[in-house]
DNA sequence: TACATTTGACCTCT
DNA sequence: AGAGGTCAAATGTA
């Protein structure tokens, strides 16, 4: 089968749009800095300005994945149509084994390839996310958030992320990474756009 | 109509 | 047994 890389333009068309994504995450992370200072005051930065890097992240990440969709889309041939079907087993139907219920927990705990955890200040990261649960988290006062990658089905990739607010910011993001993006592996520089170190002093963030 | 999100149930691990 | 992670039907939205 082939694989999913996109072609010469769609890749330098996806660097300058990652880019621009960049410095709106930069302008974001700015803006948040000056709503939400240490001592709680007032906010500095009007909602108007938020809003509207939240659109321009919005617009970058949709640009972003129309670009890797065009790069792709040859091979979703078998597809006929890319719908993502359900698979009617729960209820009362035939058991149908699956497979891939097995080692999930396991795989995070023991076998994860790469997991790392990030501080955002936007849930935004440059890659389409499909939600597919949140959980009540015993201790934890904001829910987790459990996403996929969108283009699992279509490219089989593996790449899953857990978004947490942060207790002591909760405007910011606690975000875990589990596998890795497979369905867009355009060039050298890793999907990681922009990570903010809000742990300016105290060493948490990653567990070293 | 197609797709994403919500949400309760189920499964696995500790 | 409880907590956390995932599935998938139901529902919402463009």
Redesign the pocket.
Known sequence: MAMASAPAPVCAALKLVARGRESAAVLQTLLLGQQAPADGSASAAPHGLQELTNQILRCCDRALAALRHSGTEEEDADAA????K??????NGAPAA?P???????R??GGEMGTRVEKRATMEDGFIW??????E???SKYP?F?FRC?YKEDHGCTA?R?VQRWEADPSVFLITYFGDHTCCRDDDEPPAPFVINFSSSSSDGKPS
């Open positions: 149509g890319g719908i993502r359900r698979k009617p087993e729960r209820g699956s891939a219920r097995a080692s999930k927990r396991m995070m705990r499909r939600k597919y649960g949140q959980k988290i015993h201790g987790r459990y969108t899953r857990q």
